[in-house]
């Protein structure tokens, strides 16, 4: 069971907006920064956001994130069919002194 | 453009020593401002960080694996090592190396992610 905690999938149609949850507690998200990674089937986890809500060179403006409290949000406008991956979050946990991610959603571009 | 790429066995077998490689190209291990991390992914479920090494030796392990795990880099190859010993079923996971990016902001607060990552490669436990 993972320390963070995300909806295990979210679908949606081409060109609509979706957007993805991770829920914490104050020894993780509450107090540190969160990043986002897209993980493409077969293929090593790429990151998307990092600092809540930074993008990484190369990584469009349709992808974003926020974070309010001990939760944070990746929210994907514009979808694609290339965009069908799962998703992770991560941060620091300060209790557990250790690096930890979410368990994932499954995203499906209907 | 800095890679990373994951080398070593497939297959290991219960109580043995796993040991895998992660050799960085296109940039300098001994770049001052990254640690350079371990994660596993076992089939079908999530991520977990295993542990992080800087160029000068430094390392920090997941506390849930810290009596199991050594982290060791070798700067004159651009490379570093992970060991994972008494090795069981539920060590079997596709096992990435990435640089890891970590640092305080504002507020005090920590930031950690991880980029780029290596392509992985899958370590098997079996007798």
């Known amino acids: 069971q993972s320390v963070l905690t995300q909806p295990p999938s979210v679908s949606a149609a081409p060109g609509q907006k979706v957007t993805i949850s991770c829920s914490g507690s104050?020894?993780?998200?509450?107090?540190?920064?969160v990043s986002w990674y897209q993980q493409l089937p077969g293929t090593a986890p790429k990151l998307l956001i990092y600092?809540?809500?930074k993008r990484p060179s190369g990584i469009p403006d349709r992808f974003s994130g926020s974070k309010s409290g001990t939760s944070a949000t990746l929210g994907i406008t514009g979808l694609q069919t290339g965009d069908e991956a799962d998703y992770y979050c991560?941060?620091?946990?300060?209790?557990?002194?250790?690096?930890?991610f979410g368990g994932g959603t499954q995203l499906t571009v209907l | 453009q800095l890679q990373l790429q994951e080398s070593g066995p497939g297959l290991v077998k219960p109580s043995e020593t796993l040991s895998l490689t992660c050799t960085v190209s296109?940039?300098?291990?001994?770049?001052?401002?990254?640690?350079w991390g371990w994660i596993r992914q076992p089939p079908g479920k999530g991520l977990e960080w295993i542990g992080s090494?800087?160029?000068?030796?430094?390392?920090y392990y997941n506390p849930s694996l810290k009596s199991r795990v050594t982290i060791s880099v070798d700067t004159s190859k651009n490379q570093f090592s992970l060991k994972l010993s008494s090795v069981t079923a539920a060590d079997t996971a596709v096992y990435y190396c990435?640089?890891?990016?970590?640092?305080?902001?504002?507020?005090?607060?920590?930031?950690?992610?991880?980029?780029?990552w290596g392509q992985g490669t899958l370590v098997t436990v079996s007798s």
């Open positions: 990435a640089r890891h990016i970590d640092y305080y902001g504002s507020g005090a607060l920590r930031s950690d992610w991880f980029d780029p």
């Open positions: 296109g940039g300098s291990i001994s770049s001052s401002s990254y640690y």
């Open positions: 090494i800087y160029y000068s030796g430094s390392t």
């Open positions: 104050s020894s993780n998200i509450g107090n540190n920064y």
């Open positions: 600092d809540n809500n």
């Open positions: 991560g941060t620091w946990d300060s209790s557990l002194s250790a690096g930890v």
